[in-house]
């Protein structure tokens, strides 16, 4: 990375140009998945706070209608999230999901990539899983990095974006 870029109470928030911290996760699957594996083409990487919750599985959904056109572009779609192997694996199969959640249950990932710090919801101040897409670029350099993105809407965006 080139450098940090760090708000209060946040952990580390990339932006362009920025190099992709090191990553290794275990898949739905239970394959562990190096950054250097993953990186070696476009990849949109998701980051959301619970598998099989409301908005988590809309935004999930809303990947997977497009995953074919985000392939068409040379990007695939990654999700993270704090859930275990198992969890993950049956979010996969009750949703017929066809690209790769990663478990990060020691929010390592999440900090890195600056997924996790101070949120607000309902007027109450806490800290947790923040929402975000990193697209990353094939070689590992990130393309654009987005906090607090909301579950569904932001798929035009991210299509125009790999299209650039």
Do not use: W
Not at 28 to 35: C, E
Not at 114 to 141: H, M, N, P, Q
């Amino acid at each position: 990375m080139t450098e940090s870029h760090e708000l209060a109470g946040s952990s580390v928030q990339l932006r362009p140009g920025d190099r992709v911290p090191e990553l290794a996760l275990p898949n739905q699957d239970g394959q562990v998945i190096l950054g250097d594996q993953l990186f070696a083409q476009g990849t949109v990487l998701y980051f959301f706070p619970s598998a099989g919750t409301p908005g988590c599985t809309k935004e999930a959904a809303d990947f997977q209608d497009h995953v074919e056109e985000f392939g068409n572009k040379g990007y695939q779609i990654v999700g993270v999230s704090p859930d275990s192997v198992e969890r993950l694996k049956s979010f996969e199969d009750s949703h017929e999901l066809t690209f790769t959640l990663l478990s990060d249950r020691d929010l390592v990932a999440h900090k890195a990539f600056g997924a996790f710090g101070d949120k607000t919801i309902f007027g109450r101040l806490y800290r947790g899983v923040l929402r975000s897409t990193i697209v990353v670029e094939a070689g590992g350099v990130v393309k654009e990095a987005m906090y607090n993105v909301r579950a569904t809407g932001h798929i035009p965006k991210l299509l125009k974006l790999v299209s650039q």
